[in-house]
């Protein structure tokens, strides 16, 4: 069977996870929503379950995405049924508009017959198996946390301890999103255990504060490795063997001092079979700072990016499901930008080497 293409695996993925996720205590079937989408105009369960399907999809007519919309806009929908758009509230009418506009986009991409519908369909925070996944942070040192970080304090919360915030909290809601059914942990690497480490592991950040990111990189033999560079103090710099020869990777600054202003920085994103159980996969999303982690983490879960990055890999590492990849990661304004595989000199280096172009 010709597998889907991408775009339209991912926007029946979208509706499937609006039908299962958007109210987690409120069970709701493809026979409710059909009943409710039948108020307008009928339609069956076993209809909704083709613009569902994670294997098969069809795609759903463009008014079908208006009712999406309006239904998910608002949890008074499972009670009172699909609502005009005229008894929205001014903030359900603002969701409405915004899941919309992405619901539209995705259907638009997945009306456009593309070269890459040939390649295989990748959905890389997808895991097939039971799992579990477990997401694997550092934890920052008491003098880089505020008292809200101290046990003690009565204020104390937790994640304030864990280093690269921002990506455990992108990251552990898109696995969760794609992996319904399966236990997604996240942990700082002093309360890892043993069995922690046989399931999928995320390893997020890089090796100055997470030992088991350090002794994951030396079993796994990765092509890439981080070592300290004297020029910089604030991270640890990508080195890889290239024909030969080790090549260095360094961020770029605005200024001489190389501490403020980060232009640039260079993200990992390395997907190995899991060197402490080969039937789950090890997955590192580093970076010289927390800028690149970010970058590396977001290069898959953008929703204006990620279907391109997928066929990006599919395409570049079609004989293998196993992959490095060393990006650039631009920072403009302050704000990391999620890289786009496709532009011109983004990549930096993958592995494996003979991928062809």
Request: aromatic share 8%.
């Amino acid at each position: 069977m010709q597998p889907a293409p991408p775009a339209l695996q991912e926007l029946a993925h979208r509706l499937r996870s609006l039908r299962e996720l958007t109210w987690p205590g409120k069970r709701l079937t493809q026979a409710t929503l059909a009943k409710a989408f039948s108020a307008e105009t009928k339609v069956a369960p076993a209809t909704l379950s083709t613009w569902e399907s994670l294997t098969a999809p069809k795609l759903p007519p463009a008014d079908r995405i208006n009712a999406y919309a309006r239904f998910f806009a608002t949890p008074r929908s499972v009670e009172e049924g699909l609502l005009p758009l005229g008894s929205l509230t001014e903030p359900e009418q603002a969701a409405y508009r915004e899941l919309e506009a992405e619901l539209l986009g995705l259907h638009s991409a997945a009306r456009k017959p593309a070269a890459s519908e040939a390649v295989a369909i990748r959905r890389s925070w997808h895991f097939s198996d039971e799992g579990p996944a477990t997401l694997v942070c550092a934890q920052l040192p008491k003098d880089d946390t505020g008292s809200f970080a101290d046990p003690t304090d009565p204020n104390y919360t937790e994640l304030l301890s864990y280093a690269d915030l921002d990506a455990l909290v992108e990251l552990h809601g898109h696995i969760r999103a794609e992996n319904p059914r399966m236990n997604v942990f996240f942990k700082t690497v002093p309360n890892v255990v043993t069995d922690d480490l046989t399931g999928h592991v995320i390893l997020l950040g890089g090796i100055i504060w997470n030992e088991i990111t350090k002794r994951l990189f030396e079993l796994t033999n990765l092509p890439v490795r981080q070592v300290a560079d004297s020029s910089i103090s604030s991270g640890e710099i990508f080195v890889a063997n290239i024909a030969g020869k080790d090549r260095q990777f360094f961020p770029k600054w605005q200024d001489s001092s190389k501490q403020a202003s980060l232009l640039q920085d260079v993200g990992l994103l390395a997907r190995v079979p899991n060197p402490l159980n080969s039937s789950r996969t090890l997955t590192i999303c580093n970076g010289i700072h927390s800028r690149g982690v970010f970058g590396a983490v977001r290069s898959l879960t953008d929703l204006r990016l990620r279907v391109s990055n997928e066929e990006y890999i599919a395409t570049s590492f079609k004989s293998s499901e196993y992959f490095v990849i060393l990006t650039r990661v631009q920072v403009i304004d302050g704000k990391t930008m999620t890289p786009d595989f496709k532009i011109p000199d983004t990549v930096l280096h993958r592995w494996p080497e003979d991928a062809s172009r």
